[in-house]
Each structure stands twice: as C-alpha cells, then as structure tokens.
C-alpha cells in the first residue's frame, strides 16, 4: 500500500534537524519500507508498505529516534485520504486556490 507520512516539526538546521534525506530514506529501506521518497527537505515522505498506518507511523518514529536522534511526530495517510481531502474543499471555486491550506492534526 502507498502511505504518506508527514513528519511534524522537521527543521533544515537545530534541534529537529534530519541529517540527509538520502539517509532518511536509506534507514527507512533498511527497517522494510520499500519505494521511499522524500518531498523536497521537509520530511514529507511517500512509501510502500503492507503495514497498517498506524503501525507504520510508529516504525517511522521508533526508526528516526533510534538512528537519527530526533523524536518527532508522524502522521500517516493513504493517498485516498488525501485526495478526499482535497476533494472535500468546502471554499468554492471563486477562492484563490494557492491560498488554501490543508492540515492534519
């Protein structure tokens, strides 16, 4: 299954600081994930697993804290979610579009 995972609070420099995203997507290879792929230096990761989301979410987390020394949140969805989300946009179409934002919490 294709997941999406968002790394919450990734920093390019300083306390939340992940080292290389080459290296990010190696050690998550190395714990199973497969077709790792980052989006730009943010953290927003994209990848294939057979694990659920939540399951996933927490390898993630236990992998970076254990290999990179930074404990951050995950949050995991399919790309259904994410389309749905989008597909949900409650603003009309007269809304500048580049200016609505999506969160998950």
């Known amino acids: 299954?294709?997941?999406?995972?968002?790394?919450?609070?990734?920093?390019?420099t300083g306390k939340n600081k992940i080292p290389k995203m080459s290296y990010l997507v190696t050690i998550l290879e190395k714990v199973g994930f497969y077709k790792v792929r980052t989006h730009i230096q943010s953290g927003n990761l994209i990848l294939h697993t057979n694990l659920s989301k939540k399951a996933s979410a927490n390898l993630i987390r236990k992998t970076?804290?254990?290999?990179?020394?930074?404990d951050l949140p995950v949050i995991v969805k399919t790309v259904a979610d994410c389309q749905n989300a989008v597909i949900s946009n409650p603003f009309s179409d007269s809304y500048d579009r580049s200016r609505i934002h999506l969160v998950f919490y």
């Open 1 to 12: 299954m294709e997941l999406i995972a968002l790394l919450r609070g990734v920093m390019l």
């Open 64 to 70: 970076i804290k254990e290999k990179i020394g930074v």
